[in-house]
């Protein structure tokens, strides 16, 4: 099983508590582990669509992970979604992937759905952990594109084309990945920031403590598995 992060942070609270072998691998570090009958690898793709696709595809195709769960961080884009709430992708979506020249809606290019669905059996788990602890979780599309959305025009025009609840830079890759390979996915966030003007000021204080937060709800979720 894959647990997967894009940054140190977000995988952080899981090295501090699971014993791992590091191993070096295409320009990264993959972290092996037994942990509760599971073989796990874990690794922090480094940000954006890209270093996703790769880790992705290296933790399916080299590791042969059967079951990818990503964690990390996102901007609000719905108004209910605050600083620190926890929400996991119903479907996923490029918000920056733009043929529209050609007539094509945005998020399309052939060969590809503009929607990815994550997994709905992993998608039932998070709800039923959330509902043992009572955590509020909530669900919502998960739009990403390689931009740090801190812009409340470009906020409003993500929300409104995708009907998006969040933004961030990895899960709509990581989901392409998973549905040509045809392994089941499950993306976890916890809000950082409101994705409007001065996010990034946001983000740089409430990051680690929203990255803990998704992270030790994925790692309650693998208890599950
Ligand atoms: N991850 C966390 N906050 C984000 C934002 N505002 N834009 C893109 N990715 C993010």
Not at 56 to 84: N, P, Q, S
Not at 147 to 154: A, T
Not at 190 to 202: C, L, P, R, V
Request: hydrophobic share 45%; glycine share 8%; net charge negative.
């Amino acid at each position: 099983m894959a647990i997967l992060g894009a940054m140190p942070e977000e995988i952080a609270p899981l090295l501090e508590r699971i014993e791992t072998k590091e191993i070096d691998y295409a320009n990264n570090k993959f972290y092996l582990a037994n942990y509760k009958n599971h073989e796990l690898i874990i690794a922090y793709s480094k940000i954006g669509k890209v270093n996703s696709t790769m880790s992705a595809t290296i933790m399916r195709e080299k590791f042969g992970a059967e079951v990818l769960l990503f964690t990390g961080v996102a901007g609000a884009l719905k108004t209910g979604l605050k600083i620190g709430d926890v929400l996991f992708a119903t479907k996923v979506v490029q918000h920056d992937l733009d043929i529209s020249a050609f007539g094509h809606p945005f998020g399309f290019v052939p060969g590809s759905p503009v929607f990815v669905e994550t997994d709905k059996r992993l998608n039932k788990i998070a709800v039923d952990v959330a509902n043992e602890l009572g955590i509020n979780l909530t669900s919502g599309i998960i739009a990403s594109g390689d931009q740090f959305v801190c812009d409340e025009s470009r906020k409003e025009w993500i929300l409104r084309t995708f009907d998006a609840a969040a933004v961030e830079m990895e899960g709509a890759s990581v989901g392409q990945v998973c549905f040509a390979l045809g392994m089941p996915f499950f993306i976890m966030r916890a809000i950082s920031d409101e994705a409007g003007e001065k996010a990034e000021f946001d983000f740089d204080e409430f990051m680690v403590n929203s990255a803990k937060t998704s992270a030790n709800f994925v790692l309650k979720m693998v208890d599950r598995l």
